[in-house]
Each structure stands twice: as structure tokens, then as C-alpha cells.
């Protein structure tokens, strides 16, 4: 790894580098967790470090390392932790001084002696499931650049659960997270493939995207329809030449965190290849509009990651959308439709 007195832009890089290295990691969380943690301490510099895992109205400390190591069974409300403010609004939270905060759980503070946290949010199989807390001991111990760590690491996580979860769809998301910390084998678990998850960003791959769609074209009813996005990185290509792969990598898995913070827990999420997503948005009232108001919100994400992570590669994307909306439509047709609006898109902007 690296020592902290590291400058921010090198931090940064570096940390690409490591989370790079940390995807080839396999086996159940409670095994690689702990190298996940250490390396989030000493690429953030934070004092302490953990993973929450929600079960119902209560998050419980699974795994910690650092000024955070014996809050291991620890329990906090969703409503009074700051891991349960990111999981509820799907985004990062932070206090920068939790003696002037009444959203932290103030036990939990005195006890591991911060003064400062950060909390982002872990999904598995696209709904809130658990949360990765970092604590100083000081107030105001970071920055915007180790909050975009912190999600880089939770993107980290996600796909590593993903790939050892695999995703069973409609199965509760807290029942999975449960199976993926037990400390004993589960035959249910090890039976799972994982040829249905792409390895990097833990999102769908074509085959089983295809499959939802299918089923979405078959069980369309009036007032119940559906909408598919298509969105493709322009110049992805150029990212990977000046940067590096593990830059581009990064940039993918931003971008499925993105999808994943702009939509639904019903909505089907897929990477089809290379720098090619697909988002399949179910129970749409109006799939014209709300498929517009979806692509609107994806779009606004992204530049607002930009500024935020300014030191990064941005991301630009175009999407294409294709509607679901009679009856008497092929998956074939919507994806074809999709693929057309999508290519109609990047033509207007040049």
C-alpha cells in the first residue's frame, strides 16, 4: 500500500491502482473484507473504518479495522447512524463534526472517539443493504477526494458481494448480505453461478438483461408499462489511452454506482460491454416522461460527479430510449429502438 502523508492528486491515483488490484479477490466477505478495510485506512488516512449491514430497521457492525475495531455487533438505527442517513438517501453522508451533529449515533462516537465521519451506501442486487463508515479522531478529517474514495470502495465491495452472491432477482437483499457474512459455508450460496454478473461493476450482463426484458415486453399491461435506456461513454476509448486501465476501470464503476444511485430497486441494471449500459425501467405509469425525467437525472448525476471529482476522468455519456408502451413488441424491437435513439443522440451532439 502507501503511507498517508501521500499528496491528494498521488492519494488518488494510487488508490485507482489498489482498488485495481483488490477486484481479483474471491471468496465470501468475510475473508477479503478485511484487506478491503485496511486499504480504505491507508488510502483515506482515516482513523477508523467498517462495514454495516443492515438488517430491518437496525445497521450492525460486521467487519471493522482501526479506531473502529471493537464495534464488531454493535447495533444503530437507520434513523440515528449516519450509515442509515446514506442508505436512505442512497448517497454519501457526512459530518464533519459529530459533536454538532444529531444524526450520529453518539455512543458509537464516544466509544471510537471520533470527531468527524463519513458513510456511503453498499447495494446488493440493486437495493440499500449496507454501509461503509470511515471516523477521525478530529474534526473535519477529510475532503471531497476521500469521499470519492470511500464510493470507489463501496463500488469495490458491491461487485466483489455480487460476484460471490451472484444475483438471484426478486430474493431479498438483506437475506443475501446475510449469507455473504456468515462465517460458515452455505450450499445455497456455493451453488450460485456468477456468469449471470460482470465482474467489475457487479451489474448484469446481455444474457440475463435480455431475459428481464423479455418478460417486461410479455407482462405489459395499460398503466403498467416499461422503458429501456441506453447509454454509452463517448470517447471511452481516449480514457484507457491517456490514464490507464485501471483509471478506466474506475470510470465504469463510477458510472454503475451512478446508475445504481439513479434508480429503483425493481429497475434491472446491466453492462452490456465494454463501455455499454443498459438500464430497464419496470412500472411506469408514463414511460415517455419518466423515462425523459430518468435520463434527465442520470445525465445531472454525472456532471455533478465530474465536479466533484474534478481530478478524475470525466465522464461523458449519451442515451438512447426506447419505450415499452402496447402491447405487440419484441425484446428484439426494443433494443433495436433503443440502439437507434441512441445513435440519433451522439449524431445531434456533434
Given at each position: 500500500?502507501?503511507?498517508?502523508?501521500?499528496?491528494?492528486?498521488?492519494?488518488?491515483?494510487?488508490?485507482?491502482?489498489?482498488?485495481?488490484?483488490?477486484?481479483?479477490?474471491?471468496?465470501?466477505?468475510?475473508?477479503?473484507?478485511?484487506?478491503?478495510?485496511?486499504?480504505?485506512?491507508?488510502?483515506?488516512?482515516?482513523?477508523?473504518?467498517?462495514?454495516?449491514?443492515?438488517?430491518?430497521?437496525?445497521?450492525?457492525?460486521?467487519?471493522?479495522?482501526?479506531?473502529?475495531?471493537?464495534?464488531?455487533?454493535?447495533?444503530?438505527?437507520?434513523?440515528?447512524?449516519?450509515?442509515?442517513?446514506?442508505?436512505?438517501?442512497r448517497s454519501a453522508a457526512t459530518s464533519v463534526d459529530v459533536r454538532e451533529d444529531p444524526r450520529v449515533d453518539r455512543d458509537v462516537c464516544l466509544r471510537s472517539g471520533?470527531?468527524?465521519?463519513?458513510?456511503?451506501?453498499?447495494?446488493?442486487?440493486?437495493?440499500?443493504?449496507?454501509?461503509?463508515?470511515?471516523?477521525?479522531?478530529?474534526?473535519?478529517?477529510?475532503?471531497?477526494?476521500?469521499?470519492?474514495?470511500?464510493?470507489?470502495?463501496?463500488?469495490?465491495?458491491?461487485?466483489?458481494?455480487?460476484?460471490?452472491?451472484?444475483?438471484?432477482?426478486?430474493?431479498?437483499?438483506?437475506?443475501?448480505?446475510?449469507?455473504?457474512?456468515?462465517?460458515?459455508?452455505?450450499?445455497?450460496?456455493?451453488?450460485?453461478?456468477?456468469?449471470?454478473?460482470?465482474?467489475?461493476?457487479?451489474?448484469?450482463?446481455?444474457?440475463?438483461?435480455?431475459?428481464?426484458?423479455?418478460?417486461?415486453?410479455?407482462?405489459?399491461?395499460?398503466?403498467?408499462?416499461?422503458?429501456?435506456?441506453?447509454?454509452?461513454?463517448?470517447?471511452?476509448?481516449?480514457?484507457?489511452?491517456?490514464?490507464?486501465?485501471?483509471?478506466?476501470?474506475?470510470?465504469?464503476?463510477?458510472?454503475?454506482?451512478?446508475?445504481?444511485?439513479?434508480?429503483?430497486?425493481?429497475?434491472?441494471?446491466?453492462?452490456?460491454?465494454?463501455?455499454?449500459?443498459?438500464?430497464?425501467?419496470?412500472?411506469?405509469?408514463?414511460?415517455?416522461?419518466?423515462?425523459?425525467?430518468?435520463?434527465?437525472?442520470?445525465?445531472?448525476?454525472?456532471?455533478?460527479?465530474?465536479?466533484?471529482?474534478?481530478?478524475?476522468?470525466?465522464?461523458?455519456?449519451?442515451?438512447?430510449?426506447?419505450?415499452?408502451?402496447?402491447?405487440?413488441?419484441?425484446a428484439e424491437l426494443v433494443l433495436s429502438e433503443a440502439d437507434e435513439a441512441l445513435t440519433a443522440e451522439k449524431a445531434d451532439r456533434r
Open positions: 500500500m502507501f503511507s498517508t502523508p501521500l499528496p491528494e492528486s498521488e492519494r488518488a491515483q494510487r488508490a485507482l491502482s489498489v482498488f485495481s488490484q483488490l477486484s481479483s479477490l474471491r471468496g465470501r466477505p468475510v475473508e477479503w473484507m478485511p484487506r478491503v478495510l485496511q486499504a480504505v485506512l491507508e488510502i483515506t488516512g482515516a482513523d477508523g473504518v467498517g462495514f454495516e449491514r443492515r438488517e430491518g430497521d437496525e445497521l450492525v457492525y460486521v467487519l471493522t479495522a482501526g479506531s473502529l475495531g471493537d464495534q464488531v455487533g454493535v447495533r444503530t438505527r437507520l434513523g440515528g447512524s449516519l450509515g442509515g442517513v446514506a442508505l436512505l438517501s471520533a470527531g468527524s465521519l463519513v458513510a456511503v451506501p453498499v447495494d446488493v442486487s440493486g437495493a440499500p443493504a449496507g454501509a461503509l463508515v470511515a471516523a477521525w479522531r478530529e474534526p473535519h478529517g477529510f475532503n471531497d477526494a476521500t469521499v470519492y474514495m470511500l464510493r470507489l470502495a463501496a463500488t469495490q465491495i458491491e461487485a466483489l458481494i455480487a460476484r460471490r452472491l451472484v444475483s438471484e432477482r426478486g430474493e431479498d437483499a438483506e437475506r443475501l448480505m446475510a449469507i455473504a457474512f456468515s462465517q460458515t459455508e452455505h450450499r445455497e450460496a456455493n451453488q450460485r453461478v456468477s456468469s449471470d454478473l460482470d465482474g467489475l461493476t457487479g451489474l448484469l450482463n446481455r444474457a440475463p438483461f435480455e431475459t428481464a426484458l423479455k418478460a417486461s415486453v410479455t407482462h405489459w399491461s395499460p398503466g403498467q408499462g416499461s422503458a429501456v435506456l441506453f447509454v454509452d461513454l463517448d470517447h471511452f476509448k481516449r480514457v484507457n489511452e491517456m490514464h490507464g486501465h485501471p483509471a478506466g476501470d474506475a470510470v465504469l464503476q463510477r458510472v454503475a454506482e451512478i446508475l445504481r444511485r439513479c434508480t429503483r430497486g425493481h429497475d434491472v441494471l446491466a453492462r452490456l460491454g465494454n463501455d455499454d449500459f443498459a438500464v430497464l425501467l419496470n412500472r411506469l405509469s408514463d414511460p415517455a416522461i419518466q423515462a425523459a425525467v430518468a435520463a434527465e437525472r442520470i445525465v445531472d448525476s454525472v456532471m455533478a460527479d465530474n465536479v466533484l471529482n474534478e481530478a478524475m476522468p470525466r465522464i461523458r455519456m449519451s442515451i438512447g430510449a426506447a419505450l415499452i408502451d402496447r402491447a405487440g413488441l419484441s
